[in-house]
């Protein structure tokens, strides 16, 4: 098991990481209390590098998973009284010019349909077994649904931010895949959420050829769903070719998948949620 996906991972990296923090807690935990304004600053910074592994995108990754009580904090943590560290480290993120551009240079960002992308969109639902399935790029400021399984009177193509739960996949880079979001610290509290639209998500990171995570293809349930191994394959397979199509006004940067395959083995975390 990769240690992200572990609950080994989270003490490890806090304290291997401690002075990014000022300090740690006895229990391993970062201490809030001395991490100054600069120093989220900094972190938040780091949240933007499109590759390698940065200290903002490394977080976000490991506070997806509510595995342990140790994840769970860190992602309470990061919530903080007010969200204003994870605010910070997704708009980093987001915010990057060199993202930004791979996401303008898909050509996807017009007011035309695009079949192909609807067509992904319908197999990953049907393999899937799902009521709803896109291929979504994300801005620094909202989402776009450039192909999606249902029509649009069924589920609006664009959406502000705070409604995007795919924004995660592409801050950390990282498949995200949540059985019930309800029971999410981090995602709990989302609109999209807390309105019934999106309680199960199972999503990919779209990369182009130099890390830039541009949006994802996912599937989602407005309850629970326990996404089974099988049909994570099914999407890390599809999520490949979504990536040719979304890369293919780009084709000089061939895509990176962030899905198992050969080379990395499935690095997303299947969270099994206490009940």
């Known amino acids: 098991m990769h240690v992200w996906a572990s609950g080994l991972f989270p003490v490890w990296w806090l304290r291997q990481f401690g002075s990014i923090f000022g300090g740690v807690t006895a229990s391993g935990g970062p201490d809030p209390g001395v991490l100054s304004g600069r120093e989220a600053d900094e972190l ?3 949240a933007a590098t499109p590759n390698g592994d940065s200290d903002g995108r490394r977080l976000i990754a490991t506070a997806v998973g509510v595995e342990t009580p ?5 992602a309470e943590w990061l919530l903080g009284p007010d969200r204003a560290l994870l605010d910070r480290i997704l708009e980093a993120g987001l915010s990057s010019p060199d ?3 791979a996401v303008r240079n898909t050509g996807l960002l017009d007011d035309t349909t ?3 992308m609807d067509r992904i969109a319908q197999l990953t639902a049907q393999a899937l077994k799902a009521p709803f399935a896109s291929v979504a790029l994300v801005l620094s400021d909202r989402q776009i649904l450039v192909g999606c399984n249902v029509e649009e009177s069924q589920y609006p193509r664009s959406c502000a931010l705070e409604m995007s739960v795919s924004k995660f996949a592409v801050v950390s880079g990282e498949p995200l895949i949540i059985n019930d979001a ?4 981090l995602l709990a509290g989302n609109p999209a959420v807390q309105a019934g639209a999106q309680r199960a998500f199972a999503g990919i990171p779209l990369m182009d050829g130099r890390g830039n995570a541009v949006g994802t293809l996912s599937a989602w349930d407005g309850g629970p769903h326990q996404w089974t191994n099988g049909q994570i394959q099914i999407l890390n397979d599809l999520a490949a070719v979504a990536s040719a199509h ?3 006004a780009s084709a000089g940067d061939p895509p990176v998948s962030r899905a198992s395959g050969k ?6 975390m299947f969270l099994r949620e206490r009940r």
């Open 99 to 101: 993202r930004l551009e």
């Open 114 to 116: 695009h079949p192909a």
């Open 182 to 185: 309800t029971l999410h610290p």
């Open 44 to 46: 938040a910074a780091e």
């Open 70 to 74: 140790t994840v769970r904090m860190l």
């Open 263 to 268: 080379r990395k083995g499935v690095r997303g």
């Open 246 to 248: 979304v890369f293919a």
